[in-house]
């Protein structure tokens, strides 16, 4: 975007040496951090005419002779396409379904120089900077300001957002556009590609979604409880009364587990009930007969369905012990 000449340092120039400037490019002349003179493209000699803030300047600062030390900063006025902007670091932004999510956004603009001595005052004289890598580096830092301001303001649900690609680049390019004119830089176009959420708001999205399939939460709750029940008996330790442990443990923290979940289920809907209990005279852990006499089917069927997965149970040396709880999540599934 920008060369300096020299590239470091301060050049001696001399009055009378001439200066040629291509078609796309504008000279700026710059001495003690102040621009003196732009020059349009064509063949310029140095006089004082052209930078007359140095006709007293040179007697006192050189003894009289026409030798004056400064930068000329070569301003390319081609127009840049095809520009990257991303977010570095995602932006937290509140959201009226999940509370907080975290997006990270990406997109392209084009620009061109306007007022290439306003662009030379305020990036190089005020920032400093001149290689193309700084300013667009420093350029990406405004547009990233804006972005998180515009989000802000327009944003209420992650849901929303694709729908609201276009106001949300037409309201950046009106942000944006005022801050590059400050600079000297006409913003052409702006576009925003995409808006993507971190990896913990897509797993909260992907939570949401499976929430919203679910249906019927307070029968998901008591499944997933007896699922958990089953799976804590079945993890037990070594064979014998170590297993008996296991089982016995692996109930209680079950229906502990379904009763706080069914507790909880229920005083978020402003009813207060009490965790189920079995029903009187069913035990809560049965014998192969007792399973299929409470499931009023023959010892042969509850043996195919342990067998095939569907049914949890527990082998406890030659015996078989199946636990209420997972035979009531069997019939709800």
């Known amino acids: 975007m920008v060369v300096r000449i020299p590239e470091f340092g301060s050049g ?11 078609e796309s490019q504008r000279a700026v002349f710059y001495r003690d951090g102040k621009s003196l003179d732009l020059f349009d493209p064509g063949r310029h ?47 937290s ?28 005052d305020q990036i190089v004289g005020t920032q400093g900077i001149y290689t193309t890598a700084q300013i667009e580096d420093y350029l990406r830092g405004v547009i990233i300001s804006r972005m998180t301001d515009v989000l802000g303001e327009n944003m209420k649900s992650i849901f929303d957002l694709p729908q ?24 052409k176009q702006f576009m925003v590609v995409s808006i993507n959420p971190t990896e913990e708001t897509a797993k909260a999205i992907d939570e949401r979604a499976a929430m919203g399939a679910i249906g019927n939460m307070d029968a998901y709750m008591k499944f997933k409880a007896a699922q958990a029940m089953g799976d804590a008996a079945t993890a037990g330790g070594g064979g014998g009364a170590s297993e008996g442990i296991g089982l016995g443990a692996g109930l209680g923290m079950g229906m502990g587990m379904a009763g706080m979940i069914s507790n909880a289920m229920a005083s978020g809907q402003g009813a207060q009930q009490s965790a189920p209990q079995p029903a009187s005279g069913v035990p809560s852990v049965m014998t192969l007969e007792e399973a299929a006499a409470y499931l009023k089917v023959s010892t042969a069927d509850v043996e195919a369905l342990i067998e095939s997965g569907e049914l949890k149970a527990r082998r406890i040396g030659s015996q078989v012990r199946i636990s209420k709880e997972a035979i009531d999540a069997f019939l709800a599934g």
């Open 93 to 120: 932004l509140r959201d009226t379904d999940l509370g907080l999510v975290r997006l990270r956004a990406f997109g392209q603009y084009t620009m061109q120089m306007a007022d290439p001595k306003r662009f030379v």
């Open 164 to 187: 609201l690609y276009d106001e949300i680049g037409a309201g950046m390019r009106a942000r944006v556009q005022d801050d590059f004119l400050a600079m000297g830089i006409a913003l």
């Open 12 to 22: 001696d120039f001399r009055l009378g040496s001439q200066v040629i400037v291509r």
């Open 45 to 91: 000699t140095i006089t004082t005419a052209n930078l007359p803030i140095l006709s007293g300047m040179l007697r006192l600062v050189t003894g009289g002779n026409n030798i004056f030390t400064a930068e000329v900063y070569f301003v390319n006025m081609r127009e840049y396409t095809d520009l990257k902007w991303g977010t570095p670091q995602p932006i």
